[in-house]
């Protein structure tokens, strides 16, 4: 019988010796355009999903250090205990009337979020009719889920609609995201929601990409695209520039969360001093027109400048810029010729995307200069070879 120690090893070797070893970097800081290694070297950073810069905006940071003098840095428990303050009851309450929900509920990150609302959803009659590129949180939550689970084709509503014209003896759920984390393209939520509705089911919407980033004062995807989901996830790693996630939802759902999520029941809460500074990023969001549009203006024109490149660009207008490579050894190659040039743009390999479909994951932000875009465009021309 092999132990323990020698299957993890026999496994380790197995992935050692392939493309596949992920490992990771030790990094002092990083403000959405640079980042700073332990020793000291200086990259630009184009793996960032700090799309406004706000992780290091000054309001923000004095925000957080005003709720740890008030609250302390911890919790303490689980918010049926002793972890909810009126730091975090105030923080759902802006949530919910930003986004137009009745109630909105914190949880300790998005994967968290979209596994406690599936989980504590699904029975056994039910079914998951899920976008196939869905993220791996919302994908995992489904198969380990009681629930039958269905994939439909990448974006595609006619896809949708054949398998909501299949009968169900339980609820059915419709899963998809705003804006893709691996292709950077956006979902039709206005047909998908159509589809949902007319086969009365309900509709689950992860926005991480999309929330700060689009709509009216950065509402998100659903906003921009008049489409209000019954179960609208918004994280806070990605525009908010922290951590955490919520869901939003009417009262009823937020209630029955409140009693059968265990992820919720069972994790300890956000420290609310996090709470505040969520908070003070909130308004800079609302009051971020002009991040926003110096967002896009990169966006514009990073794709007009990498036209001429011979690489396979997707058709992502988001802050989201993969460039295809294909082969992992090859993508892997370029993104450590890029790091020689003191850019940060790291591979993307399967099984996070599909077997010959690695990538580098360009990442843009409000921070970034044009000259930044150009040094970026310069580079990977140079290796183009």
Excluded at 60 to 79: F, H, P
Excluded at 144 to 167: I, T, V
Excluded at 321 to 350: D, H, Y
Aim: proline share 3%; aromatic share 8%; with cysteine.
């Amino acid at each position: 019988m092999m132990n323990w120690s020698d299957s993890l090893s026999r496994r380790l070797a197995e992935r050692r010796g392939t493309s596949l070893w992920r490992s990771r970097q030790i990094h002092q800081c990083s403000n959405g355009r640079f980042l700073y290694a332990s020793d000291g070297q200086q990259y630009l950073n184009f793996s960032s999903n700090d799309y406004l810069g706000l992780s290091q905006h000054p309001e923000i940071i004095a925000a957080w250090q005003q709720g740890a003098e008030q609250y302390g840095v911890g919790s303490g428990g689980s918010g049926h205990v002793t972890g909810y303050t009126s730091a975090h009851h105030t923080l759902e309450q802006q949530l919910a009337e930003w986004l137009g929900y009745s109630r909105a509920l914190l949880f300790i990150s998005g994967y968290s979020a979209n596994q406690g609302v599936i989980t504590a959803l699904m029975e056994k009659e039910d079914r998951i009719i899920a976008d196939r590129l869905s993220h791996a949180s919302l994908m995992e939550a489904a198969i380990h889920s009681p629930a039958q689970l269905r994939r439909f084709l990448h974006n595609n509503p006619d896809s949708l609609k054949q398998y909501l014209e299949k009968s169900c003896t339980g609820k059915t759920l419709v899963v998809t995201e705003g804006v893709f984390s691996m292709d950077g393209d956006c979902a039709p939520l206005g047909e998908i929601a159509r589809q949902a509705q007319s086969a009365n089911c309900w509709l689950m919407v992860d926005d991480a990409h999309g929330i700060g980033i689009y709509g009216d004062e950065g509402r998100g995807s659903c906003w921009s695209q008049n489409v209000k989901p019954e179960i609208l996830i918004v994280t806070f790693g990605k525009a908010f520039g922290l951590s955490g996630a919520a869901v939003l939802c009417d009262a009823t759902s937020a209630e029955y969360f409140l009693q059968y999520s265990r992820h919720l029941i069972y994790s300890t809460s956000m420290p609310p001093a996090q709470a505040v500074a969520l908070s003070a990023a909130m308004r800079q969001i609302r009051e971020g027109d002009e991040l926003r549009q110096r967002l896009q203006n990169n966006i514009r024109y990073f794709r007009r400048e990498a036209q001429n490149l011979s690489f396979v660009l997707t058709d992502s207008e988001t802050a989201i810029q993969p460039v295809i490579i294909g082969s992992n050894e090859r993508c892997i190659t370029l993104s450590e010729r890029l790091k020689q040039q003191n850019l940060w743009v790291k591979a993307i390999l399967p099984p996070t995307v599909a077997p010959d479909s690695a990538r580098l994951r360009i990442t843009l932000t409000a921070n970034h200069t044009q000259r930044d875009i150009d040094v970026l465009l310069e580079a990977l021309r140079g290796s183009d070879s």
